[in-house]
């Protein structure tokens, strides 16, 4: 069964400041892997979408990375703003999507 | 818009009640699925449906109750057999890809529904 595993569980940047954010999963047979941002008490906002091919995407201040065979993703944040504090959250599918509990990030002015 | 819209926001159970979540879509997809979401954990999928009048137990099925009538509409019910209710629930809809499997595409997320036992 597919475990997804997110590390840090919440990180504290001061704004400006570049930062990377891990996931980590132990069946590399996957389709693709999900990146999303969830502010409080709303849904989840797509990110970006790398598929298992693929090394990385990239959007705005954003680059995801995908490393299929170790088992690993990051998602690299450039010049963090006070807008970017939520929870970022990864998921990979292949049968099944299956969700990492996320890292909560705050940016600090 | 484009979109997917969930009812209520928030929504209050009493013991032994069975509620309704409301899923609404208007962005053509056939895929639909309905997630729960409890603090510090990751989505755990309930129901999905690739089809109408189909669908699939998720991880975590048991107490809960779903029908696809409509492409555009998903209604969860969660039923009194659901002991431990209280969560954020999220609905989510996709493509679905040419191998036919709904989850290689993206998905795209309602707003969500939270639920309080009274």
């Known amino acids: 069964k597919q475990e997804v595993t997110q590390i840090p569980a919440a990180l504290s940047v001061p704004e400006g400041e570049n930062l990377v954010l891990n996931c980590s999963f132990t069946?590399?047979?996957?389709?693709?892997l999900q990146w999303f941002r969830q502010d409080p008490g709303k849904g989840l906002t797509s990110l970006l979408l790398?598929?298992?091919?693929?090394r990385e995407q990239t959007s705005g201040r954003l680059n995801a990375s995908l490393d299929k065979s170790s088992g690993r993703s990051t998602l690299y944040i450039a010049a963090s703003q006070p807008g970017d504090s939520a929870t970022y959250l990864c998921?990979?599918?292949?049968?099944?999507?299956?969700f990492g509990a996320g890292t909560r990030l705050t940016v600090k002015p | 818009d484009g979109g997917i819209t969930q009812s209520p926001k928030y929504l209050f159970r009493k013991e032994g009640q069975n509620v309704t979540l409301s899923c609404e879509q208007n962005?053509?997809?056939?895929?639909m699925y309905w997630y729960r979401q409890d603090p510090g954990q990751g989505l755990r999928l309930i129901y999905y449906?690739?089809?109408?009048?189909?669908?699939q137990k998720g991880d975590i099925a048991e107490g809960y109750s779903v029908s696809r009538e409509k492409k555009e509409s998903f209604p969860l019910t969660v039923t009194s057999a659901q002991k431990n209710p209280t969560a954020f629930y999220l609905c989510?809809?996709?493509?679905?890809?040419?191998?036919?499997?709904?989850?290689?595409?993206?998905?795209?997320f309602g707003p969500g529904t939270r639920l309080l036992v009274l």
């Open positions: 962005l053509n997809h056939d895929a």
């Open positions: 069946d590399s047979a996957i389709y693709n």
């Open positions: 790398i598929q298992s091919s693929q």
């Open positions: 998921a990979v599918k292949r049968n099944d999507m299956r």
């Open positions: 989510a809809s996709s493509i679905v890809a040419t191998s036919g499997s709904p989850f290689q595409e993206t998905q795209y």
């Open positions: 449906s690739q089809i109408v009048n189909d669908f």
